[in-house]
């Protein structure tokens, strides 16, 4: 077993944590997928955001949690929103 799957397997997370993380790390690759598609570098997309280059990245590699605020101020100006839609498969224990 790799470490950090011994790691992520210590930390005892519930099946409702384990859904929030993947949830977020689809909306963080899905952000990233958009700016690369739009050819945009980190510091680019911070200038057209009107945040600084380290908040992208710090976004980008999931050091926090995304606050929806922020996510909309990068969202927005590539031309995206959030929007809530139901899971491809129903209810995973997210509430």
């Not at 690759?29 to 990245?57: F, H, W, Y």
């Not at 949690?65 to 839609?85: A, F, N, R, T």
Request: aromatic fraction near 4%; hydrophobic fraction near 40%.
């Amino acid at each position: 077993m790799s470490e950090w799957k011994k790691f992520r397997s210590e930390l005892n997370l519930t099946p409702e944590e384990e859904n929030i993380i993947e949830l977020e790390k689809d909306l963080i690759r899905t952000m990233v997928n958009i700016r690369e598609k739009q050819g945009l570098s980190q510091a680019e997309l911070a200038l057209k955001c009107d945040v600084k280059q380290p908040t992208i990245a710090r976004m980008e590699k999931a050091v926090h949690s995304p606050q929806i605020d922020s996510l909309l101020k990068v969202l927005v100006p590539l031309g995206y929103k959030l929007q809530i839609v139901p899971l491809e498969n129903g209810p995973k224990g997210l509430g």
